[in-house]
DNA sequence: GTCATCTTATCGGTTTTTCCGATCAGCCCC
DNA sequence: GGGGCTGATCGGAAAAACCGATAAGATGAC
């Protein structure tokens, strides 16, 4: 008395389609006798009797015939767990959370993800839009699966993977008649301006890559003003108030009346996209989604 | 690789539900070494990896998720397949399908049949009306699991049990002023009679009871007519077409103006109610219903 | 880096279970 | 009443599940 075994329910669902213990052994290529004793088991396991053996074609009792039904129900179900483990091995089935930002990722992300989609119809895709800060905790918790978002910084950096997509460009965003209103702009020429900047809140990584940039300029920004969007820091610029450093891929949504965006000449004036993920939670939908990433040139 | 068992899911669900191989075992009381290896046939039975073992704390893949939400399925399916089949067997679900007739059973029946169905909430009581020649042939092919009915003929008396619930007397139905309208009637007095009769195929035991009785009492009588319902019978005795012999119970709720009912003074005047049934296909159900009627003292 | 301590995997050997083949008893039809 | 079915039962063989010991790997304290 081992406790019930889904052995049981097949044979016991052969003996019943095949209306008898001799012609279910037969097809199952397996002997009467086990059969006989299989059944006997399950019964005694049960406590109830299934089949009517005493005419000469096996029948089921009427516990038998319902417990017909839940043993197919249950049969069945053991495949269908069977294929769900598959497909989800394969990449073919799941879910896949992926976080992102605004300013991060460009009108190109949502085309990936409808691609995503086609390719890998049964896989539930979640997008949540957070800032990279939140998008690092949420992966250390396994919130999300995948994250397009700034550098990481430490300790996420300790037990994240990350990879980079794309290189930013930083921009000066100044006002026309500025006098350094040129293609390109030396930050250095840039030390007795006033900055307006971006929250570091909201955007560290940018915050700290402008003060990285000054500071290796040999100056420290003098920074009059902070706003939390981008087209609140471009207004600012227009109404006087001084400069800003913003990233290239952000400039051709905002308004440019008045303004002149010139780049940085400095090499690594530049923020990066990374895509990242916890390596400890790696699946094959996560795989397929990256090599999409990648083959796209990384260009979300 | 003898094919997935409840056994791996049952190991599956408690690894996955102890955080870990050892953990698990203790639980079950199995050693740690039995469940590893247990857990890795069903892995390769699958050719999924369900669990990452990487770390110091085991932890499900992606897939492994997917499948314990299966296996947690499977397992209180088979719970519930268990609970059915035992249910079953005590009688207190499943269905029953009950053959009855007009003029068969009275008002006491569909109180009965409350009763077993407030005792047996989960058992689906299915009523069928039929005549009795439909009942029996219903009974032999499964169509009905039980019938109130009347004597079996042959061949259903062959493979068919009965029982008799009552034995319903017959009377005399004659004009009010018929000469032998008095309180007992002997049938041989009736020699010289003309007869409404119900059609035999309507109902066979009261007609063949009838030329039964005739016959014993040394004549076969005179019919004059046939009809199909009790009231059209009455009806032709009011017009005088001729005299009528019809089972007390059915009396009651006919019309009697212009009428004696009159019981017959042969022992054997009377038909009797029985309840049939198949005895291959009883089922604890059946005896449950059995054994109220019985209770009830046959009174149907 | 090393040690202590946890983890799971692996290996013989034992126990348990399943399975087989033969045989027996019961039912049905001829 | 035999011949041909049925399923049940038996002893022995094959398969499996299981155990205990041990190895290999990861983690955290020092």
Redesign the pocket.
């Known amino acids: 008395m081992?406790g019930m075994?889904l052995?049981h329910l097949r044979y016991f669902v052969a003996?019943a389609d095949y209306g008898?213990?001799?012609?279910a052994a037969r097809r199952l290529?397996?002997?009467?006798?086990?059969l006989?004793?299989?059944?006997?088991?399950l019964e005694s396991e049960l406590g109830v009797q299934l089949?009517d053996?005493?005419?000469?074609r096996?029948v089921l009792t009427a516990p038998g015939e319902l417990f017909l039904k839940e043993a197919r129900k249950l049969l069945s179900g053991a495949d269908a767990a069977i294929k769900v483990a598959r497909l989800s091995a394969s990449g073919d089935l799941g879910e896949i959370r992926i976080g992102f930002f605004t300013g991060g990722v460009g009108p190109n992300f949502p085309r990936l993800i409808q691609r995503f989609r086609q390719s890998h119809p049964r896989v539930h895709i979640a997008l949540h839009e957070m800032i990279p800060a939140l998008q690092w905790k949420a992966l250390a918790d396994g919130t999300i699966d995948i994250a397009f978002t700034r550098r990481l910084e430490v300790p996420y950096s300790n037990f994240l993977t990350s990879e980079v997509l794309r290189k930013d460009p930083l921009y000066a965003v100044l006002p026309k008649n500025h006098p350094l209103a040129r293609d390109v702009v030396d930050i250095r020429a840039l030390s007795h301006e006033r900055f307006v900047m971006c929250a570091r809140e909201t955007s560290p990584s940018l915050f700290d890559k402008m003060i990285e940039l000054c500071s290796e300029a040999g100056f420290s920004p003098e920074i009059v003003n902070t706003a939390n969007v981008w087209s609140s820091i471009v207004l600012l610029v227009q109404a006087g108030e001084g400069i800003a450093i913003l990233p290239a891929n952000t400039l051709q949504e905002l308004p440019k009346t008045g303004l002149v965006f010139c780049p940085l000449k400095q090499k690594n004036a530049s923020i990066d996209l990374v895509m990242a993920w916890s390596p400890d939670r790696e699946s094959t939908v996560l795989r397929h989604l990256q090599q999409l990433i990648r083959e796209a040139g990384g260009k979300v």
């Open positions: 081992t075994e052995r003996v008898g213990f001799s012609r290529y397996v002997s009467q006798s086990a006989s004793e299989q059944i006997a088991d089949f053996r005493s005419r000469l096996t």
